[in-house]
C-alpha cells in the first residue's frame, strides 16, 4: 500500500576543512591518496562502493507454506512446497529498483536442504510500464496491457546439503537469461520449483557489487538557464580521485555557437568531501558574464563541456513557466482533455463514477464530487493537497500578477478575460465545495485512488463517521484566500461570494467541534489541526477583517514560536501556519503585539534561511536533505521566504539568491546532473509514475512534470543520488499537486526579474547651462515590483562624450536620491546615474548633458545724452546703448534712481518698461532744489544661460545752472 509521509527534513552537518600551506601545494599538485590527503573521504578506501543491498522483505508465494523459523541455529525463511511454487521477496517495497549498476555482482544468499539434493530456479521479475522490444509495444494479455513482467532465471548451480551453505550467482548470469528482461527495472527476487515436494530453508540474502557507486558528468549547470544581472555559477563535482580539476583550476564559459570564450575564472573549493554525493565539490562563479546568449561551460582537465545553457532575462523561464502550470490542465480530473487543447496526450476522462460517487460510511448514498485535480501519479483527491496547491497559486498571481494572462495556457478558458492560472484554479476550488458536508460544513477528507466498486468517498464508517478537521481547516484557508483574489473579477464576483459562504460554514464546523476530529486512515494523514485552524483564522481575518478571527490568531500565536527556529522547510500540507501569519499581517488592523512579534521571529527564520541555503547546503537546496517530496521544498522554502520578505519590504538580493539557487538545483545543478522537470533540460526527467501516462503507450509525459526527486530510503550509497528513474517508484519519481504549485511561484518569482527597475533624473534639462561646479544630481526611483526599494545607486561624469570617466561614484549603498558632485570644471559635461534594486537588478543609465559656466558676462551701457537742458520741467526722451559679449544672455532694465526726489518718481520716469529689454525712455528734466544737480542712474543686468549675472549703469545730470555746472 502506498503512504506519504512528508518530513521537514534534517540538517546536514558540513564537514569544516582547515587550509593551510601544505593543503594549498596538493591542489596544485594532486598526488596519490594517502592518510594525509584532505580530499580523502572516510569510510576507507570502498567509500563510493555500491551499497550491499539485503534483501528480507518477503512479498508473496504460491504453491508451497512460507514460515519464518530457526533451523540450525540460524534464522531463515522455511520453505514447504508441494506443487509447482514461487516465493518472491521485494526488492524496494513494491516498486521497482534499478539492478543494473550491479551487473557485475553477484546474488548471495544461505541455503539447506531438510534432505539435501533440494533444487530451483533463482532470478528477478521486472515490472515495466510501457516495454519497448524491437522499437514496438509489448503488451501484456491481462486487463493492464501496459505493464509488464519478465522474469530472469537460472537453475541453482549446486543443489542443497543438509547443511548451511553459501550460494553465489553472478547478477550477469541471471540478466542474460531473458533477453527482454529490464535490470533496471527489476521489482522482485524469484524463488521457483516445480512439483517435486521439497522443504529447505533460505537466510542471509543479499546482493554484492565491487563497482562504484555512479558519478555522472562532472560540470553541473541549470541546464534552461541563468538570469540576467543575477547570480551565476556552476557547480563542478566528482569522486577524488577520477575529478583532477582542484581550487584555482581555470574553467572557461563559451559561446555555443562557436565555443569562443566570453568569460573565464578559476574553480573554487565547496567542500573536499561531500557527503550527500561522496564527492569533491568545486564552483565555478560567472556572475559578471550579463550579456545574452547560449553557452557550455569547460573546464581545464574535464574532457567534455557542460550541458548548454541560456544567458538572458526572465523570458528564458516564460516556456518552464506556463508548462508548470499547465500540469494543472493536465491532472485535471474525470473530463475529457481535448486534443486542440492537450495535443497528444488527450484522453477521455477516467473515474466517471466522480460524478455519483458512494460514501464509504454508507454506499447507498452518493454525491458528485466530480472534477477538481488528480493528486499525483494516482487517481486519487485530496482536499488538503489541493487546499495547499490553491494557495501557493494564489500566492503566485498576487505576487507577479502580469506573469498570468489570459490566452496564456490554451485551455478550454482561455479568452474568457480572466487569468488562465485562475481559471484552472477554480477547477479545483469547484472540486473543494463538493466536498462540503451540506449538513455541517465541514469538509470530506478524499476520494480513495481505487476503482469502483472499491471507489468512495472516504468519511469512515457508519458507526465512526469522520469529517476531519484539518482537512476543513485547509479548505476554509483556500476558499478564502481564493475569495480575496477572485472578488476582484466582476465576472467572478458573485462565485467568490460563494466561496467565502462555504469558508464561513467551514469556520462554524471547527467552531463547533473545538477537538481534534481524524480523517479516515489513509495518506497526508495527521493528528493534529491546530496548523490548519490557525490559517483559516487568519486569512478569513484578512478577508473579512472581523474581530472573532482576530481574537483567535491573538490567543494562539505563540504556540507556534517553533516553526522560526530551522530553515529548512516553509510550509506544505498540513503546515500551513506560516501562511496563516501572512495573510493575518495584510490585515486590516492587525494586533501590534502579533505583528512585533511575528517581525522579530520572521527575520530570525529568514536569517537561518539565508544561512542554511547560501552557507551549509553544498548543492544549494534549502531543504538540504532527500526524502520523500524533498523538491516540494525546494521549491517551497523560497516561496515562504519570500512572500514574508516581501511582506515586510525585507526582499533583496538573498532572497534571489535562495531562490535562484534551488531552481538551479532543481533544473540540474545536483549530484545527478540532473533536470527534475520534464521537457526542460538536455538530461532530464523523462518517465515518471503515473497511473495516465504509464498507460497512454506514449514514451513522452507532458513538460513541467516536476517528481519529488532523490529519496534516501536505505537503498542507495548516496543519499543526493537516491532517485530512481522507473516509472514504478512512488518513492523518488512521483509528482504531486503540492510539489508543482511551489515550482509554479518559483519561477514566476526569477521570470519577474525580466523587468528591471528604472531612474528618472528630476534635476535640470537635458544640455542645460548651470553656474555652479557642485551640480546636484536629483532623480526617482521606478521600480519593477511593488515591493522593490533601491538599494544602491552610482553616478559618472565625463567631460568628452564617455571616451573616458572622469568622475565615478561606485556603487553607494542606500536609497539616497540625490548626489552633489565636487568641484567640475567650466566646460561640457555628461552625467548618468543608474540604481539598484532590492534584487539586485541595475536599472539602466538615465543620462544629463550640462554646460557649467561660471563666468558672469560682460557688460557696458552708454546713453545719447549725458545731460538734460534745459531744466524746463519737460519729460526728456533718453536712448541707452547696451552691448554684452554674450548673444544668448537676457539684459533687462533693471532700475532708473533719480539722485533726489523732485516730484513723484512715476512723474520723474515714464515710459519705462523694467525687467525687459528696454533702451528708450523719458526723464524729467526739473533741477534739484539746493545747489546738487539731479542724476539719473540707469542700471541694466545681464543674465546668461548659466545664470551668472552682470549688472553695468550709465547717468544722465541735470544741472543746476544753465552753464550745466553746479
Not at 659 to 684: C, D, F, K, V, W
Not at 778 to 785: E, H, K, S, V
Amino acid at each position: 500500500m502506498k503512504t506519504r509521509k512528508l518530513s521537514r527534513g534534517m540538517n546536514k552537518s558540513i564537514v569544516s576543512l582547515f587550509v593551510s600551506v601544505s593543503l594549498l601545494l596538493m591542489w596544485a599538485f594532486p598526488a596519490a591518496a594517502d592518510d594525509s590527503d584532505p580530499f580523502l573521504p572516510p569510510g576507507g578506501a570502498d567509500w563510493n562502493r555500491l551499497i550491499e543491498l539485503k534483501i528480507n522483505s518477503f512479498g508473496w508465494n504460491d504453491g508451497n507454506v512460507v514460515t519464518d523459523d530457526t533451523y540450525l541455529g540460524q534464522e531463515a525463511k522455511k520453505i514447504e512446497t508441494t506443487a509447482p511454487w514461487m516465493a518472491n521477496y521485494t526488492l524496494n517495497s513494491w516498486q521497482a529498483l534499478d539492478l543494473s549498476l550491479y551487473e557485475n555482482g553477484t546474488l548471495e544468499f544461505d541455503a539447506v536442504g531438510a534432505a539435501g539434493g533440494e533444487t530451483f530456479s533463482v532470478g528477478f521479475v521486472d515490472v515495466v510500464m510501457e516495454r519497448m522490444v524491437n522499437g514496438e509495444f509489448y503488451m501484456g494479455d491481462d486487463d493492464s496491457p501496459y505493464q509488464t513482467s519478465e522474469e530472469a532465471l537460472i537453475s541453482l548451480p549446486e543443489s542443497l546439503t543438509t547443511e548451511w551453505k553459501r550460494y553465489s550467482i553472478p547478477l550477469k548470469d541471471i540478466f542474460d537469461a531473458n533477453s527482454i528482461f529490464d535490470s533496471s527495472s527489476v521489482q522482485l527476487l524469484r524463488f521457483k520449483g516445480d512439483n517435486s515436494p521439497e522443504t529447505f530453508w533460505i537466510s542471509n540474502i543479499v546482493i554484492h557489487s565491487p563497482d562504484r557507486a555512479p558519478s555522472y558528468a562532472p560540470i553541473k549547470v541549470n541546464q534552461v538557464g541563468y538570469i540576467l544581472n543575477l547570480e551565476k555559477y556552476a557547480l563542478v563535482s566528482g569522486y577524488y580521485d577520477e575529478l583532477t580539476a582542484m581550487p584555482d583550476t581555470p574553467f572557461q564559459v563559451r559561446k555555443a555557437s562557436d565555443m569562443s570564450i566570453a568569460y573565464s575564472g578559476a574553480l573554487s573549493l565547496v567542500t573536499a568531501y561531500d557527503e550527500s554525493s561522496g564527492e569533491k565539490v568545486l564552483k565555478a562563479d560567472f556572475t559578471d558574464l550579463n550579456e545574452p546568449g547560449e553557452y557550455v561551460l569547460t573546464v581545464d582537465g574535464v574532457d567534455e563541456p557542460s550541458v548548454a545553457f541560456q544567458i538572458g532575462d526572465g523570458s528564458i523561464y516564460s516556456t518552464l513557466l506556463k508548462d508548470v502550470q499547465k500540469f494543472f490542465y493536465f491532472q485535471r480530473a474525470n473530463v475529457d482533455l481535448l486534443e486542440e487543447h492537450a495535443g497528444i496526450f488527450a484522453r477521455t476522462g477516467a473515474r466517471q463514477e466522480d460524478y455519483n460517487l458512494p460514501f464509504q460510511s454508507d454506499p447507498t448514498i452518493t454525491k458528485d464530487v466530480s472534477g477538481g485535480w488528480w493528486d499525483a501519479g494516482d487517481l486519487a483527491k485530496y482536499v488538503t493537497v489541493g487546499a495547499t496547491a490553491i494557495s501557493d497559486l494564489l500566492w503566485a498571481y498576487e505576487s507577479f500578477p502580469s506573469q498570468f494572462q489570459d490566452h496564456s495556457l490554451n485551455i478550454p478558458e482561455s479568452g474568457n478575460g480572466i487569468p488562465d492560472l485562475l481559471d484552472e484554479i477554480k477547477v479545483e476550488t469547484d472540486f473543494l465545495l463538493k466536498m462540503q458536508d451540506e449538513e455541517t460544513g465541514g469538509f470530506y477528507a478524499y476520494v480513495i485512488r481505487d476503482a469502483a466498486p472499491n471507489r468512495f468517498i472516504m468519511d469512515g464508517t457508519a458507526d465512526n463517521r469522520l469529517i476531519p478537521t484539518y482537512h476543513t481547516g485547509a479548505a476554509v484557508g483556500a476558499l478564502t484566500h481564493a475569495y480575496i483574489v477572485m472578488k476582484d473579477f466582476p465576472e467572478l464576483e458573485d462565485y467568490a461570494e460563494t466561496l467565502l459562504d462555504a469558508a464561513l460554514r467551514g469556520w462554524n464546523y471547527l467552531e463547533q467541534n473545538p477537538e481534534f476530529i481524524p480523517q479516515p486512515d489513509g495518506p497526508y494523514n495527521s493528528d493534529s489541526d491546530v496548523n490548519d485552524r490557525f490559517y483559516a483564522a487568519a486569512t478569513l481575518y484578512r478577508a473579512t477583517g472581523e474581530q472573532v478571527y482576530s481574537d483567535y490568531v491573538v490567543s494562539n500565536y505563540t504556540n507556534f514560536a517553533d516553526i522560526f527556529e530551522q530553515g529548512t522547510f516553509s510550509h506544505n500540507t498540513g503546515s500551513l501556519v506560516r501562511i496563516g501569519f501572512y495573510h493575518y499581517m495584510m490585515g486590516e488592523q492587525p494586533d501590534p503585539t502579533v505583528q512585533e512579534w511575528f517581525t522579530d521571529k520572521f527575520i530570525q527564520w529568514r536569517d537561518v534561511v539565508i544561512d542554511n541555503s547560501l552557507n551549509n547546503a553544498v548543492w544549494r537546496n534549502s531543504p538540504n536533505g532527500f526524502y520523500w517530496g524533498a523538491n516540494s521544498n525546494a521549491a517551497g522554502v523560497p516561496v515562504g521566504l519570500a512572500i514574508g520578505s516581501r511582506l515586510l519590504g525585507l526582499f533583496n538580493e538573498d532572497d534571489l539568491k535562495v531562490a535562484s539557487g534551488n531552481l538551479n538545483y532543481l533544473l540540474g545543478i545536483n549530484p545527478l546532473q540532473m533536470s527534475y522537470i520534464t521537457g526542460h533540460g538536455e538530461r532530464r526527467v523523462v518517465r515518471i509514475f503515473h497511473s495516465i501516462y504509464n498507460a497512454d503507450f506514449l514514451l513522452e509525459v507532458p513538460n513541467g512534470y516536476m517528481p519529488g526527486g532523490a529519496n534516501n530510503n536505505g537503498r542507495y550509497t548516496f543519499a543526493g543520488k537516491a532517485y530512481n528513474s522507473a516509472s514504478v517508484d512512488w518513492n523518488s519519481n512521483e509528482p504531486a499537486l503540492n510539489y508543482n504549485s511551489p515550482l509554479t511561484y518559483l519561477v514566476a518569482l526569477l521570470s519577474e526579474t525580466n523587468s528591471a527597475p528604472s531612474v528618472v533624473i528630476t534635476s535640470y534639462e537635458d544640455d542645460q547651462a548651470i553656474n555652479s561646479n557642485r551640480p546636484q544630481l536629483d532623480w526617482t526611483f521606478i521600480g519593477a515590483d511593488d515591493a522593490d526599494v533601491q538599494a544602491a545607486y552610482q553616478v559618472q561624469a565625463s567631460s568628452d562624450g564617455w571616451e573616458t570617466i572622469d568622475v565615478d561614484s561606485g556603487e553607494l549603498l542606500g536609497a539616497s536620491n540625490s548626489y552633489t558632485f565636487d568641484e567640475l570644471t567650466d566646460g561640457d559635461w555628461a552625467i548618468r546615474v543608474r540604481v539598484k534594486d532590492n534584487r539586485g537588478a541595475w536599472s539602466e543609465w538615465a543620462y544629463r548633458n550640462l554646460r557649467i559656466n561660471t563666468v558672469a558676462p560682460t557688460l557696458n551701457v552708454a546713453l545719447d545724452k549725458e545731460t538734460l537742458w534745459p531744466a524746463n520741467n519737460k519729460l526728456v526722451k533718453v536712448t541707452a546703448t547696451v552691448e554684452t559679449d554674450v548673444e544668448l544672455s537676457q539684459v533687462e532694465l533693471l532700475s532708473i534712481t533719480p539722485s533726489v526726489e523732485v516730484d513723484r518718481h512715476e512723474s520723474m520716469v515714464q515710459e519705462a518698461e523694467f525687467g525687459t529689454f528696454d533702451t528708450e525712455f523719458k526723464l524729467l528734466a526739473r533741477k534739484a532744489k539746493g545747489k546738487e544737480p539731479l542724476v539719473y542712474t540707469i542700471t541694466y543686468r545681464a543674465i546668461d544661460e548659466a545664470g551668472n549675472a552682470t549688472e553695468a549703469s550709465a547717468s544722465v545730470t541735470v544741472p543746476h545752472n544753465q552753464s550745466g555746472k553746479k
